[in-house]
């Protein structure tokens, strides 16, 4: 006979599927680069939900924007006009010099889209089997082409039979990339992320994004750039590519495009905005009203924010502030682009997240040994000065344990 369940007792969480570890903490409300949980105690958030709410929690022109649209209109299905959706892509397309912009829920999502643009650009050219340039150490998503394209074993591992079509080399090496369009033409495009953020924050040499530029122009590639986590002003320009001087043919958004709404972008230029025709790609959900409203809110609240030059003066005051903290200190080093830090320790750290949040601060660890900071881009210097105290105390004190 089944035990008796007493449905009272059972933690909900029982219901849910353990793709996450969870800690042991539910927020119930947020304010800027605050979150209260349900005993009332308060964070201070240094990771905006993996880079998502970069204009911080409960935004009020966000929330006002939402609330209005709700009333309105939410879902017309894209079988017809959105006004919203037509501002947001023109929006975009002027900050980023590209052209056309295809919406949908997330970044994965964003990314299926470039990679289905790549592969219709490739067999216009007459490419059959047409090939995509990934990284080491990448993280694209985890639908089969998007886990399939990320450079990390873990992402993969159970679900082959991969993805065919991608072909990977060592993140920041130019000399690889030259050397695969030098040996094979089946190569469509490249497919990078400016900074790697999953992969422990990796900033490439300078020079190596201008690089990938040339090699892609010279041989008809799309140089396709995922700015889902470094995009919409986070490391003190709209988007990272714009520290190169540079615009790719394709690029993909999703995490602060909506500060908590689901969505994703995929935009193009030149032939790449072209392939998509109706019938070859699409989404129910993608770009609706109510998400496209948010967008809209967004964008004008960055504006407004004085961004992206604000991220980029709190990106300098953090790199510096952290450079001091830790000068001196054995094991850690510090980097980053704007307002995304990595602190690299020279062993396993994860049990820094636990001891942050005990310290009421919202922090991650990536790649093992990363602590990657992404707060909201809207602190102020004191908050900063905060997350970089208890930060650097934290470290300090267990590297030393
Ligand atoms: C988070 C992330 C993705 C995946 O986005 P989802 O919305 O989780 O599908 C893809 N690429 C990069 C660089 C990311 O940081």
Redesign the pocket.
């Known amino acids: 006979m089944e035990p008796e369940r007493d449905t009272m007792n059972t933690t909900p969480v029982d219901a849910l599927m353990t793709t996450y570890k969870r800690m042991d903490v539910t927020f119930v409300r947020g304010e800027g680069a605050w979150l209260w949980d349900s005993t009332g105690r308060r964070y201070l958030d240094a990771l905006s939900g ?2 998502v709410c970069g204009l911080g929690h409960a935004h009020p022109q966000i929330a006002a924007a939402l609330c209005e649209q709700a009333q309105l209109l939410w879902h017309t299905s894209n079988l017809y006009r959105i006004a919203h959706q037509e501002e947001l892509g023109r929006r975009l397309a002027l900050r980023s010099g590209l052209e056309r912009v295809f919406f949908g829920n ?4 964003a ?1 299926e889209a470039a990679i289905k643009v790549a592969r219709l650009y490739g067999r216009k050219r007459g490419l059959e089997l047409p090939h995509v340039i990934v990284m080491e150490g990448s ?4 639908t089969m082409a ?1 886990l399939s394209a990320t450079g990390n074993a873990k992402v993969q591992a159970g679900f082959e039979p991969l993805v065919q079509g991608f072909l990977r080399v060592t993140y920041g090496d130019l000399s690889a990339v030259e050397a695969l369009f030098a040996s094979r033409r089946d190569i469509v495009a490249v497919l990078v ?1 400016p900074v790697q ?2 992969g422990g924050i990796v900033v490439p040499p300078a020079g190596y994004l201008r690089g990938l530029r040339e090699l892609c122009t010279r041989h008809e590639a799309l140089l396709m750039f ?1 700015e ?3 995009g919409m002003c986070r490391t003190g320009t709209w988007f990272a590519f714009q520290h190169e001087g540079i615009v790719p043919d394709v690029m ?1 958004l ?2 602060s495009l909506g500060n908590g709404f689901p969505i ?1 972008a995929c935009l193009a230029a030149g032939a790449a905005a072209e392939v998509l025709q109706p019938g070859t790609h699409g989404s129910t959900f993608g770009g609706n009203p109510l998400a496209t409203r948010v967008g809209v809110a967004v964008m004008d609240a960055l504006e407004a924010a004085g961004q992206p030059a604000r991220a980029a003066e709190l990106g300098t005051r953090m790199l510096a502030g952290f450079r001091a903290r830790f000068a001196g200190v054995d094991g850690v080093s510090v980097r980053g682009l704007g307002l995304m830090l990595g602190i690299e320790l020279d062993r396993p750290c994860g049990d820094l997240v636990g001891q942050a949040l005990a310290a009421g601060l919202l922090i991650n660890v990536t790649a093992d040994r990363v602590v990657r900071l992404l707060p909201p881009l809207v602190i102020s210097d004191a908050e900063a000065d905060e997350i970089m105290d208890t930060v650097s105390e934290l470290v300090r004190r267990f590297v030393a344990a």
């Open positions: 993996i880079a997330s970044g994965a999502e990314n993280f694209h998503g985890r998007t992320e953020g999953e995922d889902i986590q470094s993909t999703a995490k994703g």
